[in-house]
């Protein structure tokens, strides 16, 4: 596995040419492709010429996010569709083959049963589209008990759920984005983990969670940076991917005010500065 940064995980979004340097600078081993940017460039020069910049600046393409709202009514999910060929491919050219998008863990319009039937009619063209060009789709659980307290249905927010969904999906390339703090909010443990192989992880977030708050007291928009209230076991986390052979990037997602209002070469730096912790303590090389 290796770092990575993605500059919208910690609050911002510069364009490519100062992406690339603010990873470089703070020594990450990989930067997140801004896809929509990216996309727009190779119009204007060429995929050698990215793909050269990424050489230059000594670093891996690492994922990219789902530019399509499938949530939404179907006309616009038509329109994201007609568009994900285009991304796909650039992604491959690139290099990068981890595309991802979160699962929100509740519904006030559909059951369990029906919102899984929707969740998988509208991901499997999706998923097909992004095997058809060799890429694989990470699925992000949401594990806090508040962001489905109030709510009429639940909706997945367990490993076994999000498993579960892209089995439904079938296309053969689904598995997890593995988020530290989803995997704690939703009492997941090292076990679990280990029992992934590498194939089931797509992507990985690392974070922290106040230690003020009980577990299921969580709140979605609040977590720090991995390793900084040591709420969140890291170590075995890191160490079960690690043992898994999961050979992806790592990207740090706080929601966290005051690491937000860092500078940003200064909040970059910050991100880097955890991961180091964190791979210290976890004793990986």
Request: aromatic share 8%.
């Amino acid at each position: 596995m290796f770092t990575s940064l993605d500059t919208n995980a910690i609050g911002f979004s510069v364009p490519f040419e100062e992406a690339l340097q603010l990873a470089q600078a703070s020594g990450f081993e990989g930067l997140d492709l801004p896809i929509k940017q990216l996309l727009t460039r190779v119009q204007q020069t060429s995929v050698q010429e990215i793909k050269g910049r990424f050489q230059q600046a000594n670093l891996h393409p690492g994922g990219w996010g789902l530019p399509v709202d499938f949530r939404k009514d179907e006309q616009s999910y038509q329109a994201g569709l007609a568009e994900l060929p285009a991304y796909a491919r650039l992604a491959q050219a690139l290099g990068a083959n981890r595309c991802s998008t979160w699962i929100l863990p509740f519904s006030d319009e559909r059951d369990f049963a029906s919102n899984m039937d929707f969740h998988a009619h509208r991901l499997r063209p999706i998923a097909q589209i992004l095997a058809d060009h060799g890429q694989r789709f990470g699925l992000e659980f949401v594990g806090p008990k508040t962001m489905r307290n109030g709510h009429r249905y639940e909706f997945i927010s367990t490993i076994a759920g999000a498993l579960e969904l892209g089995q439904q999906i079938g296309t053969g390339n689904t598995g997890l984005l593995l988020d530290s703090y989803h995997w704690y909010t939703s009492h997941g443990s090292v076990e679990q983990i280990q029992q992934l192989t590498n194939e089931q992880v797509v992507y990985v977030h690392v974070n922290d969670a106040p230690a003020e708050r009980h577990v299921d007291e969580q709140l979605d928009g609040e977590r720090l940076l991995p390793g900084a209230s040591g709420v969140i076991e890291i170590t075995g986390f890191l160490q079960a991917l690690e043992r898994i052979g999961y050979d992806g990037p790592v990207v740090v997602e706080p929601f966290n005010a005051k690491h937000r209002a860092l500078p940003p070469a200064e909040r970059v730096r910050a991100t880097h500065d955890s991961l180091t912790k964190i791979w210290q303590l976890a004793g990986l090389h």
